[in-house]
Nanobody
């Protein structure tokens, strides 16, 4: 069982930056994928960025590539999401997910945090 706690959300102006952090209660060293998802009001939850195994393999949604960076620290059991050049379309609740196996990553199951709100508005 892994518990995930997200932090770092808030209100930011367009063009600004935020850094989200996800802290796991247990070791994430053997977790296949650590992923950030987001859900905007009235929309489905979407994958933002994933860090696979040690973190050297990363995947990004096209809308955030080049602006967001995911970093995974298996020693500290954390996964961060550094976000820059934020725009209103980035607004939503950001969730951290730990998928222990590949099939859980594909099915978007595994462990979920409670989410942290990010609002981009002037």
């Amino acid at each position: 069982q892994v518990q995930l706690v997200e932090s770092g959300g808030g209100l930011v102006q367009p063009g600004g930056s935020l850094r989200l952090s996800c802290a796991a209660s247990g070791s994430i060293a053997n977790i296949y994928a650590m992923t950030w998802y987001r859900q905007a009001p009235g929309k489905q939850r979407e994958l933002v960025a994933s860090a696979i195994r040690g973190g050297s393999i990363t995947n990004y949604d096209g809308s955030v590539e080049g602006r967001f960076i995911i970093s995974r620290d298996n020693a500290e059991n954390t996964v961060d999401l550094a976000m820059r050049s934020l725009n209103p379309d980035d607004t939503g609740v950001y969730y951290c997910n730990a998928a222990p196996e590949w099939d859980e990553y594909i099915r978007r199951t595994g462990y979920w945090g409670q989410g942290t709100q990010v609002t981009v508005s002037s």
